[in-house]
């Protein structure tokens, strides 16, 4: 299986300043249909997890043009670019490309 | 609007079965990629199983193989997980989740508010 590995594991983060979370994958996520399978979930607390961005960069509808994610091959990073209240919460990355998917251990994001 | 509505959940002893099931509404069911995401405290989130929109074809990792069945109805819009041979490493909360229309490589789109399954004596 593909492993995920996220850091920081904690990220504390000042309201209004940017943030920064990594993601690297055991092997290269590019599938054979030529996109790559990189996404990016926020579970706020006591919520289900919600889906930010899909296929490395591409946006969800509804979340703020302040998250953007980048990246290639094995390495991800999801960026806030100005941290607000209600982004505090765990974030996972998870590849879509080598079946069977999996997800990294979290990042838990808390409001300093 | 898109729901999510898991059903089945409880607590079981290790061997035993659980069948838990999830009523689709707000998005044609029938056209969708459906799976079944689990949380553990231990091992957090992980893929439990993963089908097609016809139900054709079923996806498991190793850790449930054998033990868990996904199906579906499509004219009820309903999504079913019948779990065998339980183990106490299979507790966690099981969410229900919408993928896309030509797979689940995007991961999940819409998630259920997710159900319970502790596996115990």
């Known amino acids: 299986d593909v492993v995920m590995t996220q850091s920081p594991l904690s990220l504390p983060v000042t309201l209004g300043q940017p943030a920064s979370i990594s993601c690297r994958s055991s092997?290269?996520?590019?599938?054979?249909?030529?996109?790559?399978?990189l996404n990016w979930f926020q579970q706020r607390p006591g919520q289900s997890p919600r889906r930010l961005i899909y296929k490395v960069s591409s946006r969800d509808s509804g979340v703020p043009d302040r998250f953007s994610g980048s990246g290639s091959g094995t390495d991800f990073t999801l960026k806030i670019s100005r941290v607000e209240a209600e982004d505090a919460g765990v974030y996972y990355c998870m590849e879509g490309t080598v079946w069977p998917f999996t997800f990294g251990q979290g990042t838990k994001l808390e409001i300093k | 609007e898109v729901q999510l509505l898991e059903s089945g959940g409880g607590l079981v002893q290790p061997g035993g079965s659980l069948r838990l099931s999830c009523a689709a509404s707000?998005?044609?069911?029938?056209?969708?990629?459906m799976a079944w995401v689990r949380h553990t405290a231990g091992k957090g989130l992980e893929w439990v199983s993963s089908i097609a929109d016809n139900g054709g074809r079923m996806y498991y990792p190793d850790s449930v193989k054998g033990r868990f069945t996904m199906s579906r109805d499509n004219s009820e819009n309903t999504l079913y997980l019948q779990m065998d041979s339980l183990r106490p490493e299979d507790t966690a909360v099981y969410y229900c989740?919408?993928?896309?229309?030509?797979?689940?490589?995007?991961?999940?789109?819409?998630w259920g508010q997710g159900t319970l399954v502790t596996v115990s004596s």
């Open positions: 707000g998005f044609t069911f029938r056209r969708y990629f």
């Open positions: 989740v919408k993928t896309g229309m030509s797979g689940s490589h995007s991961g999940p789109d819409n």
């Open positions: 092997q290269s996520l590019v599938h054979s249909d030529g996109n790559t399978y």
